[in-house]
């Protein structure tokens, strides 16, 4: 035959490369905590699973048929097993199995439709998602509180294990592993306190500095006043630091002070009689006479 395929062979292989290419395409990507980020460009149908869910292990031919057939209309399908990858599971918020989320460009959809072969691909086909509304911002899985709740479940993962190898592997009993955990919660609980309060310490001290609080008690309360509420000398100074009857406001003026405090004699729209005009000028005066003449530990400012 001179070193030359029959024709028999060459469509042997031909077939055979073929079939191999066709199980290339159905099988859906396996995506983890590391590979995630892929379903962000594109059209993505991904499902998270778990190998001991019993309606997951019935989904799983028709998950690989539909992957052979999005495979020719350029749709990707993935799958996540949760039991390695819980920081998916939180950031995805996983309810229950099987989950099934439709990816398109950045915008998140969970498929609720029947799970069956001929559903699944007519709401791709026939872009059933287009009727169906996204997550919302903070709900969607590339948003800060969602990368929180992933830390979280993959945290708890991480305690569960370290469980596990204490009472296992180390032989422990459970009651002394529950004791060391609880033992490192309130460590850790005291110093993220200790280390909360010294930050707004820190802020506090910026925000207000020590010298404002004087600055303000000197403008509300100045260390000398002009006696201008009668029985005094024209012109004396009263230092508000002595002890005496000097300085002490009379007491209608604290009840004029005490009336306007508790808005009597209230008025709308700006129209004032003559009686109201003088009621409200006599307070004004009394005021003025009242906030230089009150002593340092009286209760109105």
Known sequence: MGGKLSPIWIAFLVICVSVDAWDQKGVPVELGDGEWSEVLKGEWLVKFYAPWCPACRTL???WHNIAGWCADVNIK?????ITKNPGLTGRF???SLPTIYHIKDGEFRIYSGQRDEYEL????????????????????????????LGLFFQAAMTVRDIHERLTTDIGLPAWVSYSIFAFLTVVLGFLLGVAVVCMCDLCIDKLFPPNATQVISQIIWPPKTQDVGGGGD?????????????????????ESVEDSLRGEDQFVGGDFSASQQQQQQTRDTNGKCFRRNRPMDSPFI
Do not use: H, Y
């Open 60 to 62: 799983s031919p028709i």
């Open 121 to 148: 691909i007519s709401f791709l086909d026939d872009k059933k998602w287009e009727q169906q509304q996204p997550l919302a911002w903070f709900r969607r899985p590339t948003s800060a509180l969602m990368s929180c």
């Open 93 to 95: 918020m996983v309810k």
């Open 77 to 81: 399908i993935g799958q996540v097993d």
């Open 234 to 254: 024209d012109g004396k100074v009263i230092d508000p630091d002595n002890e005496g009857d000097e300085g002490e406001v009379p007491d209608d003026v604290f």
